[in-house]
Every structure is written in structure tokens, then in C-alpha cells.
């Protein structure tokens, strides 16, 4: 079996999962994958993606299966070929649309929304990384389909327990991902705010290049920029303590790298994050947009380092459930079963 991995590169979670879904296939399975990302900029010229394919001479023929997103995933369909679709975020959760400008929510409504509603209905299947984007995108788009979840899974050889020394006593918390509302990064200088001067905060500025906004310049907020995953796990390594304030995620890759690390997490009670943590056991989940919740839970977790305790058994939690292997081989019997 051949598959075809296509996908429009976005600087996101999704790059990230094509990455990884064709290195596990490689690793754990015989089937036989490529990878393709088509440029940013035919996210909005959808009709020029044909033109680009030819150019870079595509044969889809030699495939059996074309696995892709769903936004765009119909433009893919070939004659006795199998289409399978992927949805990582439901863009339109009423949480996450407060923070869409106006040209944001045009390009999702007149745009996005009716392209990815072709899509779910031409796809032979269809899959979800979470329970929460599946139920939320099947209510919406009123599927008769079934949607079948996958969670995303890690490298867990990259992202481990490490024994790293750091000369700062301070509570390290650090803040992964783009600087977009959609993470809560507006909420990270109130929370920080409310903490003394024994906390301070890391944060990256994700796989896009972005500037730094002005209110994240605070004396204990500390931009680490750009960095490689190899950093990313040293990092890490060297906090106490992830913070995720976001309004959606679809699967959130930063909290399951972290807790393969053996840290607490401290993020929110929205979307599919429930589905990761288990809360007081092996972080905490707060109030969506409550700086006083967060802060407290930022609190409670210290106290519990402080007394001793450790998380080092959510490694063991993230190799159970979200390994790289164990999401191949569930992709594996995927399109095993419907490569009929």
C-alpha cells in the first residue's frame, strides 16, 4: 500500500503532524508514504493547486490513498482513488471566533467553510485528532458520516525525563506556541502579573516568525524565539511547569511534550484538553480567560514540587497513550480497513 501525505504548510500543529505521521509509518509499519507541502500562499488561490502539482509532477496514480486536510482535502479527490481527510481545530468554536478580526471570519465563512464542507462529504473517511473536534465538527456540518478519532502522537525518544542542572532558583514556567490570541498569550503578562519575582516565565514564538508584541516585554518574561525540538525538549527539561492559557486546541502537542518530559501542566478546561489531562493528577485545568484561576493553579503546583513530589510518571502516561508508535499503528489498521 502507497499513501500520499499532501498538505498546505501553515506553520502549525499540522505541519507538525504530517512530519511525524510519515516518520512513524517509516519506523513502525511497511506501508510506504511521501510527504508533499504545497507554499502558504495557495491556502487562499486554491484553484492554482492543481497548476503547482503539475509543475512539481505529482502522479497520484501511484497511489492508493491520498491522506490530506480537510479544508482543501476535496481538490485531491481522484477517480478510484480513496480521500482521506483530517481535521485537526473546529475553527468555529464560538470561543475562538471572539478573536477573529473581521477579515478572519469572512475568509472562514465564505472561504474555508463551504470547501471544507465539500470535503467532508466527497472523503471516503474521515478522521478527527480529538473526540471534542469530532463531535463539534459532526453537530456543525450535520454529518451522517462517522468521524473516527486519532489522537497525535510524540517522539518519545526526543521528549524525555533529562537530568538537567540550571543555576536559576526561580519557578520556570514556560508558554510553547505561535504568539496568537488562539494560545491566550494575552493572558500571560496578567498572569505573571499576579506572581512574585520567584517565578518567571520562558516563551517561544512557535514555527511562525512573528514579532514579539510589546506587552509580552516584561522584566520576568523571557522570549527564547525560534527554536529546534531537540532545544524545545532541553527546555523542557529545564522549566517546573508548562502554562497553555488557550481558547482552542484541537489536540495540543505542547502539553503532551511536556508531560513526556515528567512536568506538570497548567492549561485550560477547553476543547481537547480535557481529554489529555487528568486534572490534580497530572496537572491542572483552569477556567477559560480566569488570570486568578490559572495563577492559583500555578501556585498549587509549587507547593506540591516544593514539598517534594515530582511528575516523572507522565512520562510513562504519554508513552501509554500518545507515543509516535502507537498513533502509526493505529493509522495503520486504519487504512488497512478502509482500503477496500
Known sequence: MRILLISIKGGSGSDVYYRLLKQGL??????KSDLVFIPHIFEKVFFLIPLYLKYKK???SKYDI??????FGWWFKGKNKKLIVIIHNFIFDKEFQKYNSIFQKIFYYFWVK???KKSLLVANKIIAVSNYTKDNTARYFKLEKN???VHNGIATQLFRPLNLKRGNKKTRILFVGNLIKRKGVDLLPRIM???????????????RIDKIPKYLKEKNMIPLGKITHKQLAIEYNKCDILLLPSRLEGFGYCVVEAMACGKP????NYSALSEIIKNKENG?????NNVDDFVSRIKAVKKRLDDGENFLNNYDYVKSNFSLEIMAKKYNRFYEKNNY
Open 26 to 31: 517509516d519506523k513502525y509499519t511497511n506501508i
Open 58 to 60: 505529482i502522479d497520484f
Open 66 to 71: 491520498t491522506h490530506t486536510n480537510a479544508e
Open 114 to 116: 463551504p470547501n471544507l
Open 147 to 149: 468521524i473516527e478519532v
Open 193 to 207: 502579573e499576579k506572581l512574585d519575582n520567584n517565578y518567571e516565565l520562558r516563551f517561544t514564538s512557535g514555527l
Open 265 to 268: 501542566v497548567v492549561t485550560t
Open 284 to 288: 491542572y485545568l483552569c477556567e477559560i
